[in-house]
T-cell receptor, first 114, second 115 residues
Framework: GAGVSQSPSNKVTEKGKDVELRCDPI?????LYWYRQSLGQGLEFLIYFQGNSAPDKSGLPSDRFSAERTGGSVSTLTIQRTQQEDSAVYLC????????????FGQGTRLTVV | AQSVAQPEDQVNVAEGNPLTVKCTYS??????LFWYVQYPNRGLQFLLK??????LVKGSYGFEAEFNKSQTSFHLKKPSALVSDSALYFCAVRDPNTNAGKSTFGDGTTLTVKP
């Protein structure tokens, strides 16, 4: 596929459980971003990877959130001990890198914590 | 710090009329500005961007936007709206001097075009 792929598309989990969200960026894109979109809200920046540089983690809301990007490609966002306020759509995007390039977004993972 | 504001949560226009979706920004230097659209049950799609040069930029689906440095604005416009333009629109800004890759998004504006 030519686009950004995210899995799963939907995830329902019990409060306190850990979840992993996966993102496959467009091949050749060096930059990868995670955002969170809550109902009726804008996009909240979570984390940004650019090539081999240290990621910008400034948007992660707590130490329960972490992300990694293996081999400069696939990324996994992990939420430990999920809380109800973590319920949102988690969006992944990738770009060719550099500040002038636009981002290509995946369809998102809708996370519901019950 | 970079920030962006979309002052209108909702914009309603009649089909065939011109539309404007407003965006203002704040950065320390010259901004990189983007518009994205989110159709129902679909992911965000890139519409257009301003990096440098001509203040009027044209993008997908007949949309255009004008960069106005003195007013720190980047309003999205279309001369004749279509019902199919109904969607959620996001403005985004990057400050190339401080955050080369990180974009800050506005809260979004819901555009409804009525037949």
């Amino acid at each position: 596929g030519a686009g950004v792929s995210q899995s799963p598309s939907n995830k329902v989990t019990e409060k306190g459980k850990d979840v992993e969200l996966r993102c496959d960026p467009i091949s050749g894109h060096t930059a990868l971003y995670w955002y969170r979109q809550s109902l009726g809200q804008g996009l909240e920046f979570l984390i940004y990877f650019q090539g081999n540089s240290a990621p910008d983690k400034s948007g992660l809301p707590s130490d329960r959130f972490s992300a990694e990007r293996t081999g400069g490609s696939v990324s996994t966002l992990t939420i430990q001990r999920t809380q109800q306020e973590d319920s949102a759509v988690y969006l992944c995007a990738s770009s060719l890198g550099g500040g002038t390039t636009e981002a290509f977004f995946g369809q998102g993972t809708r996370l519901t914590v019950v | 710090a970079q920030s962006v504001a979309q002052p209108e949560d909702q914009v309603n226009v009649a089909e065939g009329n011109p539309l404007t979706v407003k965006c203002t920004y704040s950065v320390s230097g010259n901004p990189y500005l983007f518009w994205y659209v989110q159709y129902p049950n679909r992911g965000l799609q890139f519409l257009l961007k301003y990096i440098t040069g001509d203040n009027l930029v044209k993008g997908s689906y007949g949309f255009e936007a004008e960069f106005n440095k003195s007013q720190t604005s980047f309003h999205l416009k279309k001369p004749s709206a279509l019902v199919s333009d109904s969607a959620l629109y996001f403005c985004a800004v990057r400050d190339p001097n401080t955050n080369a890759g990180k974009s800050t998004f506005g809260d979004g504006t819901t555009l409804t075009v009525k037949p």
